[in-house]
C-alpha cells in the first residue's frame, strides 16, 4: 500500500513549456486534491475531482488544467509555464463518508521551478 | 468565498511550554476541522482532527478545541518538545452544492527553544 504517490519529484521548465504532474493512489478514495505550497501563503487548493471523469475548479486555477480519467490518478497540466508557477506541488486524497470529508492522505511533493 | 485565516505565523516557545494555534473559517457549513504538521521538506500528515459536533478532542499532548458560534478552532501544545518544530496548518472542509472542499490556513511555524 503506496498510499499516494506522485511524479516526478522534482523538475526545471522554461517558461512556455508544457508539462503534466502525476499523482496515483492505491487507497480506493474519491475525492482528489492539487494544491501548491508557495512560502507565507499555506496550500492552496488549485484543481479538485469528486470522482472518475469529474473535476472543478478551487482558490487557484488560473494556467492549470486537470484530467481523472481513472479513479486512482489526477493529473494536473501546465500548457504554457510561467515563472509565477514555480512552486511546490501537492497532491492530496481524501475519502468523504458519512456527510463528512476524512482524513486527506498527500503524496511527497513535486518541486517546480521555471526559469 | 470560503477563506481559512490562521494566526500566528510564527511562534517561539521554550521547550516544556504551551503553544497555542488559532483559525478562523468563514464558511458555516464547515464541518471538518482537521490539524497538520509538516516538517522541512516533508508532506504534511494528520495530527489531530475534530468533527463540527464535538467541542473538544486530545490526544496525549495536543488537543483541538471548536467553537462553532463563533467559527473558529484552536490547537493546543502542552509541554513542548524540540521535535514538536515544524509549520503547523488548519483546515476545513465544507460541502458545496454537494462536493467537499478542503481549505487550508496559511500556517505556523512552531519553534521549540531547547
Known amino acids: 500500500n503506496a498510499g499516494v504517490t506522485q511524479t516526478p519529484k522534482f523538475r526545471v521548465l522554461k517558461t512556455g513549456q508544457s508539462m503534466t504532474l502525476l499523482c496515483a493512489q492505491d487507497m480506493n478514495h474519491e475525492y482528489m486534491y492539487w494544491y501548491r505550497q508557495d512560502p507565507g501563503m499555506g496550500l492552496r487548493l488549485i484543481h479538485y475531482?469528486?470522482?472518475?471523469?469529474?473535476?472543478a475548479k478551487g482558490e487557484v486555477p488560473d494556467g492549470y488544467n486537470v484530467s481523472r480519467l481513472k479513479k486512482q490518478n489526477f493529473l494536473l497540466g501546465l500548457e504554457s509555464a510561467a515563472p509565477s508557477q514555480t512552486s511546490v506541488y501537492f497532491c492530496a486524497s481524501s475519502y468523504p463518508t458519512g456527510g463528512v470529508n476524512t482524513e486527506a492522505f498527500f503524496g511527497q511533493g513535486t518541486r517546480l521551478t521555471v526559469v | 468565498g470560503e477563506n481559512v485565516e490562521q494566526h500566528p505565523s510564527t511562534l517561539s516557545v521554550q521547550e516544556g511550554d504551551s503553544a497555542v494555534i488559532k483559525c478562523t473559517y468563514s464558511d458555516s457549513a464547515s464541518n471538518y476541522f482537521p490539524w497538520y504538521k509538516q516538517e522541512l521538506g516533508k508532506r504534511p500528515q494528520l495530527i489531530i482532527d475534530?468533527?463540527?459536533?464535538?467541542g473538544e478532542k486530545k490526544d496525549q499532548r495536543i488537543a483541538v478545541t471548536l467553537n462553532k458560534t463563533a467559527k473558529h478552532f484552536s490547537l493546543h501544545i502542552t509541554e513542548t518538545q524540540p521535535e514538536d518544530s515544524a509549520v503547523y496548518f488548519c483546515?476545513?472542509?465544507?460541502?458545496?452544492?454537494?462536493?467537499?472542499?478542503?481549505?487550508f490556513g496559511t500556517g505556523t511555524r512552531l519553534k521549540v527553544l531547547a
Open positions: 475534530i468533527r463540527s459536533n464535538v
Open positions: 475531482s469528486v470522482g472518475e471523469g469529474t473535476t
Open positions: 483546515a476545513a472542509s465544507f460541502t458545496a452544492s454537494g462536493t467537499y472542499k478542503y481549505i
